[in-house]
Every structure is written in structure tokens, then in C-alpha cells.
């Protein structure tokens, strides 16, 4: 779902990092492990690039809300690394973040719950791997 309308241009994740000024700055390492796709839109990310940028700490709401979207409707969504790894991204988002949308944060927390439900079903060994770490994008 795309929230910007048909005859606007989206911004880069650097045009909405330079207008959100309540977003702590990213440490240098997280800046530099983020640049190759600072210049993109959250719609052009694919899920690994989503995913990975969500949990070294890029939270912008175009990026959270479509994870959100994506979890909504398959809350165990994978971007490629385990099963779950797209909702464990937002595991980590931090509460300032949740405290200025709280619409979202609801959404997550009722998407948490349907994911635990959901992750009792997988084997035993795949059922823990939701609370790894999410790798790099070299992974």
C-alpha cells in the first residue's frame, strides 16, 4: 500500500530522514551500513532491504507501516531468512517511535499475537529462530 498519492513523488529514505526531525540520527556504522539504499524509496526496497533497514534502526513510518501491511496479511512473512524475520524487524523498534504512532503500534501488537499463535505450528527446531537477530544483508 503506498500512502502518498498517484501524482506525488515519493521521497527517499533520505528525504524523509532529513524531515523527520524527532528520529534520533543513525550511529556512523548504521549510516554506513544503510547507504547503498538511503537513496531509494521505501516502496522500491525488497523485503531483505525492509527488513534490514527497519532493524538497524531506519524507523520511518512509510518503512514500518508497510511491513505492518505485509505481516497484517501473513504474520509469519519472510524476507528470506526465517520464517517470522519481517515482524522480528519491528521487534526492536524502539518506543519513541511507537509513542507518535500509536495506530501503528496497536496494529503490531495484534500482529505479535497472531505471530506467537502462528509460530506454535512450525517444528520444534524452527520455532525459536524468530528471536534471532536479523543478519546483514550480506546474509
Known sequence: MNEFAKDSIEPTLVELMTTDSEMPRLAPEVSKRLRPILNR???ELSLKELTHAIARGLCLAPLVRRALDLVETQ???SAGWFAGDLLRGLVDVPQ???????EMHDRYRAVLREA???RRNLPPEQRMDFWNPIPDLES
Do not use: V
Open 75 to 77: 504474520p509469519l512473512a
Open 116 to 118: 506467537a499463535a502462528a
Open 41 to 43: 524509496t521505501a516502496s
Open 96 to 102: 519513541w517511535f511507537w509513542r507518535r504512532h500509536s
